[in-house]
Protein backbone atom coordinates (compact mmCIF):
# COMPACT_ATOMS: atom_id res chain seq x y z
CA UNK A 1 0.00 0.00 0.00
CA UNK A 2 2.83 2.17 1.06
CA UNK A 3 3.57 2.98 -3.19
CA UNK A 4 -0.07 4.00 -4.30
CA UNK A 5 0.50 7.66 -3.63
CA UNK A 6 3.79 7.20 -5.55
CA UNK A 7 1.83 5.64 -8.19
CA UNK A 8 -0.97 9.11 -8.08
CA UNK A 9 1.96 11.59 -8.35
CA UNK A 10 3.39 9.72 -11.46
CA UNK A 11 -0.08 9.73 -13.20
CA UNK A 12 -0.53 12.62 -12.36
CA UNK A 13 2.67 14.30 -14.13
CA UNK A 14 1.14 13.34 -17.55
CA UNK A 15 -1.52 15.69 -17.64
CA UNK A 16 1.18 18.47 -16.93
CA UNK A 17 1.25 22.21 -19.19
CA UNK A 18 3.72 20.59 -20.87
CA UNK A 19 1.42 18.19 -22.69
CA UNK A 20 -0.90 20.26 -22.78
CA UNK A 21 0.80 22.64 -24.10
CA UNK A 22 2.82 20.60 -27.02
CA UNK A 23 -1.04 19.02 -27.53
CA UNK A 24 -1.88 22.87 -28.57
CA UNK A 25 0.77 23.18 -31.11
CA UNK A 26 -0.78 20.90 -33.44
CA UNK A 27 2.08 18.59 -35.56
CA UNK A 28 -0.04 16.88 -38.36
CA UNK A 29 0.71 13.33 -38.95
CA UNK A 30 3.13 12.76 -41.53
CA UNK A 31 0.87 10.34 -43.32
CA UNK A 32 -2.60 10.30 -44.38
CA UNK A 33 -3.42 7.08 -42.81
CA UNK A 34 -3.64 6.67 -39.15
CA UNK A 35 -0.63 6.13 -37.12
CA UNK A 36 0.52 3.24 -36.07
CA UNK A 37 3.87 2.87 -34.47
CA UNK A 38 7.15 0.19 -35.00
CA UNK A 39 8.90 1.98 -32.52
CA UNK A 40 9.22 4.31 -29.64
CA UNK A 41 11.19 7.09 -27.99
CA UNK A 42 14.30 5.88 -26.05
CA UNK A 43 14.03 2.26 -26.66
CA UNK A 44 17.24 0.34 -26.33
CA UNK A 45 19.14 -0.35 -29.28
CA UNK A 46 23.02 -1.27 -29.63
CA UNK A 47 24.93 1.38 -28.27
CA UNK A 48 22.46 3.85 -28.24
CA UNK A 49 18.96 4.71 -27.63
CA UNK A 50 16.28 4.89 -30.20
CA UNK A 51 15.98 8.87 -30.86
CA UNK A 52 12.56 8.86 -32.22
CA UNK A 53 9.81 7.36 -32.99
CA UNK A 54 8.84 4.71 -36.01
CA UNK A 55 5.64 5.13 -38.01
CA UNK A 56 4.44 2.25 -40.07
CA UNK A 57 3.97 3.24 -44.04
CA UNK A 58 1.49 -0.44 -44.25
CA UNK A 59 4.31 -2.51 -45.49
CA UNK A 60 5.17 -0.54 -48.30
CA UNK A 61 7.40 2.01 -49.87
CA UNK A 62 6.29 5.15 -51.54
CA UNK A 63 3.86 6.83 -49.13
CA UNK A 64 3.97 10.25 -49.45
CA UNK A 65 5.51 12.24 -46.06
CA UNK A 66 3.98 15.20 -45.51
CA UNK A 67 5.66 18.19 -43.49
CA UNK A 68 4.12 18.56 -39.65
CA UNK A 69 4.30 21.99 -39.47
CA UNK A 70 5.50 25.09 -41.48
CA UNK A 71 9.32 25.33 -41.94
CA UNK A 72 12.18 25.03 -44.18
CA UNK A 73 14.82 22.33 -44.79
CA UNK A 74 18.25 23.03 -42.91
CA UNK A 75 19.72 19.76 -43.85
CA UNK A 76 19.56 17.00 -46.04
CA UNK A 77 21.63 13.66 -45.66
CA UNK A 78 22.14 10.72 -48.40
CA UNK A 79 24.03 7.68 -47.09
CA UNK A 80 24.23 3.55 -47.57
CA UNK A 81 23.72 3.36 -43.71
CA UNK A 82 22.49 5.25 -40.68
CA UNK A 83 19.26 7.55 -41.96
CA UNK A 84 19.29 6.88 -45.39
CA UNK A 85 17.83 9.44 -47.18
CA UNK A 86 16.76 11.71 -44.42
CA UNK A 87 15.46 15.58 -44.23
CA UNK A 88 16.00 18.07 -41.09
CA UNK A 89 13.34 20.80 -41.18
CA UNK A 90 13.32 23.67 -38.75
CA UNK A 91 10.42 25.66 -37.30
CA UNK A 92 9.41 28.87 -35.77
CA UNK A 93 8.58 27.38 -32.30
CA UNK A 94 12.45 26.23 -32.02
CA UNK A 95 11.98 22.58 -32.56
CA UNK A 96 13.61 20.20 -35.70
CA UNK A 97 11.57 17.61 -37.03
CA UNK A 98 13.53 14.66 -39.03
CA UNK A 99 12.06 12.17 -41.63
CA UNK A 100 14.74 9.16 -42.26
CA UNK A 101 14.81 5.99 -44.80
CA UNK A 102 12.75 8.25 -47.43
CA UNK A 103 12.49 6.28 -50.20
CA UNK A 104 12.48 9.88 -52.16
CA UNK A 105 12.96 13.22 -52.05
CA UNK A 106 10.08 15.60 -53.05
CA UNK A 107 11.26 16.80 -57.20
CA UNK A 108 12.88 20.19 -56.19
CA UNK A 109 15.11 18.71 -53.13
CA UNK A 110 16.03 15.22 -54.82
CA UNK A 111 17.40 17.61 -58.04
CA UNK A 112 18.87 19.67 -56.11
CA UNK A 113 20.71 17.23 -54.63
CA UNK A 114 21.57 14.82 -57.53
CA UNK A 115 23.70 17.49 -59.04
CA UNK A 116 25.16 18.22 -55.63
CA UNK A 117 26.43 14.62 -56.00
CA UNK A 118 27.67 14.99 -59.30
CA UNK A 119 29.51 18.13 -58.09
CA UNK A 120 31.33 16.51 -55.20
CA UNK A 121 31.58 12.76 -57.38
CA UNK A 122 29.76 11.23 -54.30
CA UNK A 123 27.01 9.37 -53.36
CA UNK A 124 27.15 10.24 -49.75
CA UNK A 125 26.46 14.05 -49.19
CA UNK A 126 25.78 15.82 -46.26
CA UNK A 127 24.02 19.20 -47.28
CA UNK A 128 22.87 22.84 -45.49
CA UNK A 129 20.96 24.24 -48.10
CA UNK A 130 19.88 28.25 -47.47
CA UNK A 131 16.65 29.11 -45.42
CA UNK A 132 15.28 30.15 -48.19
CA UNK A 133 15.65 27.60 -50.76
CA UNK A 134 13.15 25.06 -49.37
CA UNK A 135 10.37 26.58 -47.77
CA UNK A 136 7.25 24.13 -47.38
CA UNK A 137 3.66 24.79 -45.54
CA UNK A 138 2.36 22.14 -42.93
CA UNK A 139 0.96 19.39 -45.15
CA UNK A 140 3.04 20.10 -48.29
CA UNK A 141 4.63 16.87 -49.55
CA UNK A 142 8.93 16.81 -48.46
CA UNK A 143 9.00 13.07 -49.83
CA UNK A 144 8.17 8.98 -49.71
CA UNK A 145 8.16 6.91 -46.88
CA UNK A 146 11.18 3.97 -47.50
CA UNK A 147 13.64 1.50 -46.50
CA UNK A 148 17.02 3.47 -46.95
CA UNK A 149 19.75 3.44 -44.97
CA UNK A 150 20.58 0.74 -41.73
CA UNK A 151 16.28 0.23 -41.85
CA UNK A 152 15.26 -3.39 -41.31
CA UNK A 153 12.29 -2.48 -43.11
CA UNK A 154 9.86 0.41 -45.00
CA UNK A 155 8.98 2.98 -41.99
CA UNK A 156 9.28 6.26 -41.32
CA UNK A 157 12.15 7.03 -38.66
CA UNK A 158 10.65 10.21 -37.02
CA UNK A 159 12.44 12.68 -34.86
CA UNK A 160 11.89 16.15 -32.72
CA UNK A 161 15.15 18.01 -31.92
CA UNK A 162 15.33 21.54 -29.87
CA UNK A 163 16.95 22.92 -32.78
CA UNK A 164 19.08 25.57 -30.37
CA UNK A 165 20.57 22.57 -28.25
CA UNK A 166 20.13 19.61 -30.75
CA UNK A 167 18.93 17.48 -28.10
CA UNK A 168 16.26 14.63 -28.94
CA UNK A 169 12.36 14.99 -27.39
CA UNK A 170 9.89 12.65 -27.09
CA UNK A 171 7.71 12.99 -30.24
CA UNK A 172 4.72 11.03 -28.79
CA UNK A 173 4.16 13.80 -26.89
CA UNK A 174 2.66 15.16 -30.53
CA UNK A 175 0.53 12.20 -31.23
CA UNK A 176 -0.29 10.68 -28.03
CA UNK A 177 -4.27 11.51 -28.76
CA UNK A 178 -3.97 9.81 -31.86
CA UNK A 179 -2.71 6.43 -30.63
CA UNK A 180 -4.71 4.21 -28.62
CA UNK A 181 -3.03 2.40 -25.74
CA UNK A 182 -4.26 0.65 -22.96
CA UNK A 183 -1.82 -2.15 -22.65
CA UNK A 184 0.73 -2.12 -19.89
CA UNK A 185 4.29 -2.71 -19.96
CA UNK A 186 5.41 -6.63 -19.35
CA UNK A 187 8.16 -7.73 -17.06
CA UNK A 188 10.39 -10.57 -18.49
CA UNK A 189 13.48 -10.57 -16.32
CA UNK A 190 14.84 -9.64 -13.23
CA UNK A 191 18.74 -9.48 -12.07
CA UNK A 192 20.47 -9.27 -8.72
CA UNK A 193 24.10 -7.97 -8.97
CA UNK A 194 26.30 -8.27 -5.83
CA UNK A 195 28.91 -5.38 -5.55
CA UNK A 196 32.36 -6.83 -6.07
CA UNK A 197 33.83 -7.69 -2.97
CA UNK A 198 30.94 -5.77 -0.77
CA UNK A 199 28.12 -8.30 -1.48
CA UNK A 200 26.51 -11.36 -1.77
CA UNK A 201 23.46 -13.20 -3.07
CA UNK A 202 22.54 -16.75 -2.33
CA UNK A 203 26.05 -17.75 -1.23
CA UNK A 204 27.78 -16.34 -4.55
CA UNK A 205 29.50 -12.98 -5.51
CA UNK A 206 28.33 -13.39 -9.41
CA UNK A 207 25.03 -11.92 -10.51
CA UNK A 208 22.57 -13.94 -10.92
CA UNK A 209 19.35 -14.29 -12.53
CA UNK A 210 16.06 -14.06 -10.62
CA UNK A 211 12.94 -16.43 -12.34
CA UNK A 212 9.60 -14.71 -12.73
CA UNK A 213 6.15 -16.67 -13.09
CA UNK A 214 3.15 -15.41 -14.52
CA UNK A 215 -0.33 -16.22 -13.59
CA UNK A 216 -3.65 -16.63 -15.46
CA UNK A 217 -4.66 -12.86 -15.01
CA UNK A 218 -1.07 -11.52 -16.15
CA UNK A 219 0.23 -10.77 -12.69
CA UNK A 220 3.69 -11.26 -12.70
CA UNK A 221 5.42 -12.97 -8.94
CA UNK A 222 8.98 -14.43 -8.15
CA UNK A 223 9.75 -17.80 -8.55
CA UNK A 224 9.88 -19.20 -4.76
CA UNK A 225 13.61 -19.53 -4.51
CA UNK A 226 14.68 -17.57 -1.63
CA UNK A 227 16.75 -14.52 -1.88
CA UNK A 228 19.41 -14.47 0.99
CA UNK A 229 21.70 -11.74 0.67
CA UNK A 230 24.39 -9.95 2.66
CA UNK A 231 26.18 -6.73 1.92
CA UNK A 232 25.56 -3.98 -0.84
CA UNK A 233 23.58 -5.43 -3.94
CA UNK A 234 21.49 -3.77 -6.72
CA UNK A 235 19.17 -5.14 -9.51
CA UNK A 236 18.21 -4.99 -13.08
CA UNK A 237 15.12 -5.57 -15.25
CA UNK A 238 14.16 -6.97 -18.81
CA UNK A 239 11.20 -5.77 -19.91
CA UNK A 240 8.80 -4.16 -23.19
CA UNK A 241 5.76 -1.99 -23.36
CA UNK A 242 2.69 -2.57 -25.80
CA UNK A 243 0.56 -1.03 -27.45
CA UNK A 244 -3.25 -1.66 -29.14
CA UNK A 245 -3.61 -2.97 -32.55
CA UNK A 246 -0.05 -4.02 -33.04
CA UNK A 247 2.28 -7.05 -32.06
CA UNK A 248 5.63 -4.66 -31.64
CA UNK A 249 7.09 -4.25 -28.91
CA UNK A 250 8.47 -0.72 -27.59
CA UNK A 251 11.13 0.99 -24.99
CA UNK A 252 9.66 1.17 -21.52
CA UNK A 253 8.99 5.11 -20.36
CA UNK A 254 9.05 4.79 -16.51
CA UNK A 255 10.99 2.68 -14.50
CA UNK A 256 10.95 2.73 -9.94
CA UNK A 257 12.01 0.53 -8.00
CA UNK A 258 11.30 1.05 -4.11
CA UNK A 259 13.03 -0.13 -1.04
CA UNK A 260 10.08 -0.45 1.65
CA UNK A 261 8.95 2.80 1.24
CA UNK A 262 11.50 4.41 -0.50
CA UNK A 263 12.14 5.12 -4.16
CA UNK A 264 16.27 3.55 -4.40
CA UNK A 265 15.75 4.07 -8.53
CA UNK A 266 14.27 6.27 -11.22
CA UNK A 267 13.99 6.63 -14.61
CA UNK A 268 11.83 8.65 -16.73
CA UNK A 269 13.38 9.29 -20.29
CA UNK A 270 11.81 12.16 -22.54
CA UNK A 271 15.15 13.88 -23.98
CA UNK A 272 18.33 13.56 -24.34
CA UNK A 273 21.60 14.74 -26.36
CA UNK A 274 23.72 12.91 -28.86
CA UNK A 275 26.67 13.29 -26.72
CA UNK A 276 24.70 11.23 -24.08
CA UNK A 277 23.53 8.33 -26.40
CA UNK A 278 26.53 5.89 -25.63
CA UNK A 279 25.59 5.98 -21.76
CA UNK A 280 23.55 3.33 -23.14
CA UNK A 281 26.19 0.21 -22.34
CA UNK A 282 26.23 1.28 -18.49
CA UNK A 283 22.32 2.16 -17.96
CA UNK A 284 21.98 -1.61 -19.46
CA UNK A 285 23.94 -5.24 -18.56
CA UNK A 286 26.58 -4.96 -21.79
CA UNK A 287 27.83 -8.25 -21.18
CA UNK A 288 23.77 -9.58 -21.00
CA UNK A 289 23.22 -8.21 -24.35
CA UNK A 290 26.96 -9.15 -25.68
CA UNK A 291 26.29 -12.63 -24.76
CA UNK A 292 22.45 -13.07 -25.33
CA UNK A 293 21.21 -10.35 -27.14
CA UNK A 294 19.28 -9.57 -24.06
CA UNK A 295 18.54 -5.99 -22.58
CA UNK A 296 18.64 -5.70 -18.55
CA UNK A 297 18.45 -2.54 -17.44
CA UNK A 298 20.29 -1.82 -14.37
CA UNK A 299 18.67 -0.58 -11.81
CA UNK A 300 21.83 1.14 -10.20
CA UNK A 301 24.10 3.93 -11.88
CA UNK A 302 27.68 3.01 -11.97
CA UNK A 303 29.89 6.29 -11.24
CA UNK A 304 30.23 7.65 -14.94
CA UNK A 305 27.01 7.54 -15.99
CA UNK A 306 26.13 10.99 -16.83
CA UNK A 307 22.59 10.22 -18.26
CA UNK A 308 20.43 13.12 -16.90
CA UNK A 309 17.05 11.10 -16.83
CA UNK A 310 18.17 8.67 -13.79
CA UNK A 311 17.90 9.82 -10.42
CA UNK A 312 18.92 7.50 -7.43
CA UNK A 313 18.92 6.44 -3.52
CA UNK A 314 22.53 5.70 -2.78
CA UNK A 315 23.26 5.25 -6.60
CA UNK A 316 20.34 2.43 -6.61
CA UNK A 317 22.52 0.30 -4.44
CA UNK A 318 20.54 -1.30 -1.70
CA UNK A 319 22.56 -2.41 1.18
CA UNK A 320 21.52 -5.52 3.42
CA UNK A 321 23.07 -5.09 6.81
CA UNK A 322 20.10 -6.54 9.00
CA UNK A 323 19.07 -10.14 9.35
CA UNK A 324 15.41 -9.28 8.46
CA UNK A 325 13.22 -9.47 5.61
CA UNK A 326 13.63 -6.64 3.01
CA UNK A 327 10.08 -5.51 0.98
CA UNK A 328 11.25 -4.67 -2.78
CA UNK A 329 9.07 -3.93 -5.87
CA UNK A 330 9.04 -1.94 -9.22
CA UNK A 331 6.75 0.46 -10.51
CA UNK A 332 7.10 0.48 -15.00
CA UNK A 333 4.64 2.73 -16.38
CA UNK A 334 4.42 4.09 -20.11
CA UNK A 335 3.02 7.32 -21.71
CA UNK A 336 -0.34 6.61 -21.13
CA UNK A 337 -0.61 5.49 -17.57
CA UNK A 338 -0.61 2.13 -18.23
CA UNK A 339 1.58 0.27 -15.31
CA UNK A 340 2.73 -3.04 -14.00
CA UNK A 341 4.00 -4.01 -10.42
CA UNK A 342 6.32 -6.53 -9.53
CA UNK A 343 6.80 -7.16 -5.66
CA UNK A 344 9.35 -10.04 -3.94
CA UNK A 345 11.17 -10.12 -0.50
CA UNK A 346 15.19 -10.17 -0.17
CA UNK A 347 16.07 -11.85 3.04
CA UNK A 348 18.81 -10.71 5.09
CA UNK A 349 21.74 -13.39 6.81
CA UNK A 350 25.08 -12.71 7.52
CA UNK A 351 27.21 -14.45 5.15
CA UNK A 352 30.93 -13.85 4.34
CA UNK A 353 31.88 -11.93 1.83
CA UNK A 354 34.15 -13.35 -1.22
CA UNK A 355 37.87 -11.94 -0.85
CA UNK A 356 38.44 -9.36 -3.54
CA UNK A 357 40.93 -11.27 -6.21
CA UNK A 358 44.38 -9.46 -7.01
CA UNK A 359 43.75 -8.12 -10.37
CA UNK A 360 44.82 -4.86 -11.58
CA UNK A 361 42.29 -2.56 -11.32
CA UNK A 362 41.40 0.12 -14.05
CA UNK A 363 39.93 3.32 -11.82
CA UNK A 364 37.08 4.84 -13.94
CA UNK A 365 38.33 8.23 -13.40
CA UNK A 366 41.42 8.01 -14.34
CA UNK A 367 44.10 7.60 -16.97
CA UNK A 368 44.70 3.77 -17.21
CA UNK A 369 47.30 1.54 -19.09
CA UNK A 370 48.03 -2.56 -19.44
CA UNK A 371 50.94 -4.27 -20.79
CA UNK A 372 51.35 -7.90 -21.05
CA UNK A 373 53.59 -10.26 -23.60
CA UNK A 374 52.93 -8.73 -26.64
CA UNK A 375 50.00 -6.51 -26.08
CA UNK A 376 49.39 -2.55 -25.01
CA UNK A 377 46.59 -1.21 -23.78
CA UNK A 378 45.90 2.36 -22.96
CA UNK A 379 42.54 3.98 -21.56
CA UNK A 380 42.12 7.38 -21.54
CA UNK A 381 40.49 9.14 -18.62
CA UNK A 382 36.95 9.43 -19.22
CA UNK A 383 36.36 6.20 -20.83
CA UNK A 384 35.18 3.53 -17.99
CA UNK A 385 31.93 3.73 -16.13
CA UNK A 386 33.10 2.17 -12.83
CA UNK A 387 36.07 0.76 -11.23
CA UNK A 388 36.94 -2.73 -13.20
CA UNK A 389 39.00 -5.48 -11.88
CA UNK A 390 40.79 -6.43 -15.16
CA UNK A 391 41.21 -10.23 -15.81
CA UNK A 392 43.64 -10.84 -18.56
CA UNK A 393 44.00 -14.50 -20.28
CA UNK A 394 46.06 -15.46 -23.64
CA UNK A 395 45.88 -17.84 -26.20
CA UNK A 396 48.61 -19.05 -27.31
CA UNK A 397 48.92 -19.86 -31.45
CA UNK A 398 52.12 -20.47 -32.85
CA UNK A 399 50.87 -20.76 -36.36
CA UNK A 400 48.41 -17.88 -36.17
CA UNK A 401 49.89 -14.11 -37.27
CA UNK A 402 49.01 -12.98 -33.41
CA UNK A 403 48.05 -14.45 -30.15
CA UNK A 404 44.52 -14.20 -28.83
CA UNK A 405 44.33 -11.49 -26.08
CA UNK A 406 41.52 -11.36 -23.44
CA UNK A 407 41.23 -8.13 -22.23
CA UNK A 408 38.73 -9.23 -19.66
CA UNK A 409 36.51 -12.41 -18.65
CA UNK A 410 33.13 -10.62 -19.99
CA UNK A 411 33.20 -7.63 -22.56
CA UNK A 412 33.26 -4.07 -20.52
CA UNK A 413 32.50 -1.09 -22.70
CA UNK A 414 34.32 1.84 -23.33
CA UNK A 415 32.55 5.29 -23.72
CA UNK A 416 34.58 6.38 -26.44
CA UNK A 417 37.93 4.54 -27.41
CA UNK A 418 41.05 3.31 -25.62
CA UNK A 419 44.74 2.19 -28.15
CA UNK A 420 45.14 -0.71 -28.13
CA UNK A 421 48.42 -2.48 -29.96
CA UNK A 422 49.08 -5.96 -30.60
CA UNK A 423 52.55 -7.63 -31.26
CA UNK A 424 52.93 -9.53 -34.73
CA UNK A 425 54.59 -13.07 -34.30
CA UNK A 426 54.38 -13.20 -38.00
CA UNK A 427 55.18 -10.41 -40.07
CA UNK A 428 55.77 -11.90 -44.00
CA UNK A 429 53.34 -9.31 -45.79
CA UNK A 430 55.06 -6.76 -47.86
CA UNK A 431 52.07 -4.42 -47.60
CA UNK A 432 51.60 -3.61 -43.79
CA UNK A 433 48.26 -2.08 -44.66
CA UNK A 434 46.70 -5.35 -45.11
CA UNK A 435 46.92 -5.98 -41.73
CA UNK A 436 44.45 -5.33 -38.66
CA UNK A 437 42.86 -6.07 -35.13
CA UNK A 438 40.05 -8.03 -35.20
CA UNK A 439 37.52 -8.82 -32.41
CA UNK A 440 36.33 -12.28 -31.36
CA UNK A 441 33.51 -12.73 -30.53
CA UNK A 442 31.22 -16.73 -30.89
CA UNK A 443 33.80 -17.55 -33.91
CA UNK A 444 33.35 -14.39 -36.33
CA UNK A 445 36.20 -11.91 -36.46
CA UNK A 446 35.04 -8.31 -36.57
CA UNK A 447 37.41 -5.64 -38.70
CA UNK A 448 38.79 -3.28 -35.82
CA UNK A 449 41.59 -2.34 -38.73
CA UNK A 450 44.54 -0.01 -37.43
CA UNK A 451 48.10 0.66 -38.52
CA UNK A 452 51.24 -1.45 -38.82
CA UNK A 453 54.52 0.57 -36.45
CA UNK A 454 57.83 -2.07 -36.12
CA UNK A 455 56.20 -5.50 -36.18
CA UNK A 456 52.98 -4.06 -33.83
CA UNK A 457 49.96 -3.33 -35.01
CA UNK A 458 47.94 -0.33 -32.74
CA UNK A 459 44.15 0.58 -33.39
CA UNK A 460 41.57 2.02 -31.57
CA UNK A 461 38.40 -0.41 -29.45
CA UNK A 462 35.59 0.35 -27.87
CA UNK A 463 35.21 -2.26 -25.33
CA UNK A 464 37.40 -4.65 -23.52
CA UNK A 465 36.90 -8.07 -25.35
CA UNK A 466 39.20 -10.67 -27.25
CA UNK A 467 41.22 -9.42 -30.23
CA UNK A 468 43.69 -10.81 -32.21
CA UNK A 469 45.43 -9.45 -35.31
CA UNK A 470 44.32 -10.76 -39.36
CA UNK A 471 45.30 -10.16 -42.43
CA UNK A 472 43.34 -9.00 -45.61
CA UNK A 473 44.66 -9.71 -49.01
CA UNK A 474 41.99 -10.50 -51.05
CA UNK A 475 39.93 -7.46 -53.06
CA UNK A 476 36.22 -7.13 -52.96
CA UNK A 477 33.92 -9.12 -55.57
CA UNK A 478 31.99 -7.07 -57.81
CA UNK A 479 29.24 -9.14 -59.04
CA UNK A 480 27.22 -7.29 -62.13
CA UNK A 481 23.58 -7.95 -61.49
CA UNK A 482 21.39 -9.45 -64.83
CA UNK A 483 23.97 -7.41 -67.35
CA UNK A 484 21.28 -8.14 -70.37
CA UNK A 485 18.57 -6.67 -68.92
CA UNK A 486 20.55 -3.11 -68.14
CA UNK A 487 19.96 -1.42 -71.67
CA UNK A 488 16.24 -2.60 -71.27
CA UNK A 489 15.10 -1.83 -67.86
CA UNK A 490 17.85 1.48 -68.34
CA UNK A 491 19.48 0.79 -65.11
CA UNK A 492 22.66 -0.99 -64.24
CA UNK A 493 23.08 -3.01 -61.04
CA UNK A 494 26.08 -4.30 -59.28
CA UNK A 495 26.40 -6.36 -55.78
CA UNK A 496 29.82 -5.55 -54.18
CA UNK A 497 30.87 -7.88 -51.51
CA UNK A 498 33.98 -7.66 -49.37
CA UNK A 499 35.80 -10.94 -47.12
CA UNK A 500 36.68 -8.72 -43.53
CA UNK A 501 37.84 -5.53 -44.03
CA UNK A 502 34.75 -3.95 -45.79
CA UNK A 503 34.36 -1.63 -48.43
CA UNK A 504 35.44 2.12 -48.31
CA UNK A 505 35.65 3.38 -51.59
CA UNK A 506 33.58 3.02 -55.14
CA UNK A 507 33.30 4.79 -58.46
CA UNK A 508 31.41 4.64 -61.35
CA UNK A 509 32.04 5.92 -64.83
CA UNK A 510 30.92 5.47 -68.45
CA UNK A 511 33.51 6.17 -71.12
CA UNK A 512 35.87 7.73 -68.40
CA UNK A 513 33.33 10.10 -66.98
CA UNK A 514 31.61 10.02 -63.78
CA UNK A 515 28.28 8.37 -63.08
CA UNK A 516 25.93 8.46 -60.07
CA UNK A 517 25.63 4.68 -58.45
CA UNK A 518 23.44 4.72 -55.77
CA UNK A 519 24.31 2.58 -52.95
CA UNK A 520 22.31 0.28 -50.88
CA UNK A 521 24.60 -0.84 -47.64
CA UNK A 522 22.38 -3.72 -46.67
CA UNK A 523 22.08 -5.62 -49.63
CA UNK A 524 25.43 -4.60 -50.85
CA UNK A 525 23.80 -3.36 -53.86
CA UNK A 526 25.02 -0.20 -56.08
CA UNK A 527 22.60 0.63 -59.20
CA UNK A 528 22.83 3.34 -61.71
CA UNK A 529 19.75 4.67 -63.48
CA UNK A 530 20.68 5.64 -67.08
CA UNK A 531 20.47 9.58 -66.89
CA UNK A 532 19.30 11.26 -69.91
CA UNK A 533 20.30 14.47 -69.28
CA UNK A 534 24.08 13.09 -69.35
CA UNK A 535 23.98 9.99 -70.94
CA UNK A 536 23.99 10.26 -74.82
CA UNK A 537 22.57 7.25 -77.26
CA UNK A 538 24.91 4.94 -78.57
CA UNK A 539 28.09 2.85 -77.60
CA UNK A 540 29.47 3.01 -74.05
CA UNK A 541 31.67 1.58 -71.96
CA UNK A 542 31.05 1.32 -68.30
CA UNK A 543 34.03 0.86 -65.70
CA UNK A 544 33.08 -0.11 -62.17
CA UNK A 545 36.34 0.57 -59.57
CA UNK A 546 35.53 -0.58 -55.56
CA UNK A 547 38.40 -0.52 -52.57
CA UNK A 548 38.50 -2.04 -49.24
CA UNK A 549 39.45 -0.51 -46.15
CA UNK A 550 43.20 -2.37 -46.98
CA UNK A 551 43.94 -0.99 -49.79
CA UNK A 552 42.68 -4.21 -52.12
CA UNK A 553 40.74 -2.94 -55.01
CA UNK A 554 38.87 -4.76 -58.04
CA UNK A 555 37.69 -3.14 -61.67
CA UNK A 556 35.08 -4.05 -63.65
CA UNK A 557 34.33 -3.51 -67.47
CA UNK A 558 31.33 -4.24 -70.06
CA UNK A 559 30.46 -2.52 -72.77
CA UNK A 560 26.99 -1.64 -73.50
CA UNK A 561 24.76 -0.04 -76.32
CA UNK A 562 22.28 1.83 -75.82
Given at each position: ???????????????SPV??????????????????L?????E????????????????VE???V??????Y?????V????????????????????????????????????????????????????????V????D?I??G???????G????????D??T??V????????????????PV??G?????M??????????R???????????????????K??A????????K???????TS????????????????V???????????????????????????????????????G???P??E??????????????Y?????????Y???T?????????????P???D?????????N????????LS??R???????????????D???????????T???????S???S??????????K???????????R??W?????????????????????????????????????T???????T????????????Y??????E??L?????K????????D????????H??????????????VF??????
Open positions: MKFYPIIIFYLFSFFLTFAQEKGMRNPFDFPILSANFGLRANHFHSGIDFKTQGGKPHAVQDGISRIGSPWGYGNVLYMNHPDGTTTVYGHLQKFEKNIAEYVKAEQYLAESFTVNLTPEAEKFFKKGIGLGNSGSSGPHLHFEVRTEEELDPLIYYKNKIKDTRPIRLKVYPEGKGIVNGSSARTIKLTTSKGSKQTVVADLEWGEIAFGIAFDAMDENIYGVKEVILMKDSDVFRSNIDRFSFDETRYINSFTDYAEWRNSGSFYMKNYIEPNRLFISLNKGIITIDEEKILLSYLLSDKGNTTLAFKVHGKKQSLETETVIFNWSGDRFAAKGVRIPGNLYTDIHLRYRVKESTALAATHLLHQAEPLHQASLIKLQHDTLTNQQYGIVRLHKGSYIGGTYQEGWIQGGIRELAAYSVAADTLPPVITPVDPEWVRKKRIIRVADRLSGLDTRGEIDGYVFQSDGKGLLTYDFTERLSRGSELTFTTVDACGNSSSRKFVW
